[in-house]
């Protein structure tokens, strides 16, 4: 006996209802906003220029210098940049830092400073946590010309996270 009209269409449908269940089952959910909040800033400390050089800050906050500069302890502490960062748990995320030469400090006096060599921990990419958030600790090198006037200087830096 041949089957009825009707019999066909409902195999049809069952078997598209499962296909589609089984897509939106395993599909990977959509991703949670991801944001950065900086929760320090990148500070070098007290130093002296004396004939020039350099002064380090790492992503941990330890601070070198090269040439004659002379680190000092007085004054406002050392420390790197740190940045909260949160979203979709164990989501892998890359870092986009600043290139060299494009972030000037600049005195009250117009007296300026460049920062070079930014460097990250976690460093280029990272991954948060099955929470959903990871801590990035960046640092620099100051650039410190021969007999660069003394005073306070200041400036931004922007550090962009995407996802993977």
Do not use: C
Request: glycine letters at 14%; aromatic letters at 6%.
């Amino acid at each position: 006996m041949p089957a009825s009209p009707t019999s066909v269409p409902l195999r049809r449908r069952a078997a598209r209802s499962i296909a589609w269940r089984e897509l939106t089952e395993h599909a990977p959910a959509p991703l949670a906003a991801q944001t950065i909040v900086a929760t320090a800033n990148l500070s070098f400390g007290a130093f002296l220029a004396g004939s020039g050089g350099t002064v380090v800050v790492s992503p941990n906050g330890s601070r070198s210098k090269t040439g004659s500069v002379l680190l000092l302890s007085q004054g406002s502490g050392v420390s790197a940049a740190q940045f909260s960062i949160s979203g979709t748990p164990d989501a892998p995320y890359s870092i986009t830092l600043p290139g060299d030469n494009s972030v000037t400090l600049v005195d009250g006096n117009l007296n300026t400073l460049a920062l070079n060599a930014f460097t990250s921990s976690p460093s280029g990419s990272g991954r948060l946590s099955g929470g959903g958030t990871q801590w990035l600790g960046v640092g620099a090198t100051l650039v410190v010309g021969s007999g660069q006037a003394p005073g306070s200087y200041a400036g931004s830096f922007s550090v962009t996270v995407n996802y993977q």
